[in-house]
């Protein structure tokens, strides 16, 4: 069944740009809709954007002018930059699948990033 | 955007007993509504989609109803593995936005 597993570094500066990967394996990654949510310590979950295979995007306008999402078909890979990270920032970022149903599932695992000097 | 709260926010009990989580819409998300469960450092797990549908696998002592602007989520004889955190996300419009969660403790 597909899987998927986000990876990137777990410790940005501030003002930098985070930038992570979703690696999609058991299917292609042609066909579907790929977000990025996040959670902050305590907090709840975010949605902060997708990417449809073929490229369009939305994200969540509360990020619009900082994030970016790609999708690299090339490689089943899909990713996320987030520019002029704050403290804020500091959750755990997941990656997940838009079904045919329209809802979301399977989900990564997660991957912590701090946002610290 | 619309806003999602759900009540309680946390809930002790035990094993056996049946529990009932609500999430309320700030306006009408007709069915778009799934629920999550999320044990502590793991992924959600999509439970319940489009208010009542059971994905594939989920037990069936997990159901959802409701419609418009308030929706249930009932957990009838909770076992040892449904202590976990319980999310609802709306679908309806963009962005996507999620309830608080409510914490399911063993009492």
């Known amino acids: 069944q597909v899987q998927l597993q986000e990876s990137g570094p777990g410790l940005v500066k501030p003002s930098e740009t985070l930038s992570l990967t979703c690696t999609v394996s058991g299917d292609s990654i042609s066909g579907y809709y790929w977000s990025w949510f996040r959670q902050p310590p305590g907090k709840r979950l975010e949605w902060m954007g997708y990417s449809y295979y073929s490229g369009s995007t939305n994200y969540n306008p509360s990020l619009k002018s900082r994030v970016t999402i790609s999708v690299d078909t090339s490689k089943n890979q899909f990713s996320l930059r987030l520019s002029s990270v704050t403290a804020a920032d500091t959750a755990v970022y997941y990656c997940?699948?838009?079904?045919?149903?329209?809802?979301?599932?399977?989900w990564g695992q997660g991957t912590l990033v701090t946002v610290s000097s | 955007d619309i806003q999602l709260t759900q009540s309680p926010s946390f809930l002790s009990t035990s094993v056996g007993d049946s529990v009932t989580i609500t999430c309320r819409a700030s306006?009408?998300?007709?069915?778009?509504l799934a629920w999550y469960q999320q044990r502590p450092g793991k992924a959600p797990k999509l439970l319940i989609y489009a208010a009542s549908t059971l994905l594939s696998g989920v037990p069936s002592r997990f159901s959802g109803s409701g419609s418009g602007t308030e929706f249930t989520l009932t957990i009838s004889s909770l076992q040892p593995e449904d202590f976990a955190t319980y999310h609802c996300?709306?679908?309806?419009?963009?962005?996507?936005?999620f309830g608080g969660g409510t914490q399911v403790e063993i009492k």
């Open positions: 996300q709306q679908l309806n419009s963009y962005p996507l936005t």
């Open positions: 997940a699948r838009r079904d045919t149903t329209g809802y979301y599932y399977p």
């Open positions: 306006q009408d998300i007709r069915s778009y």
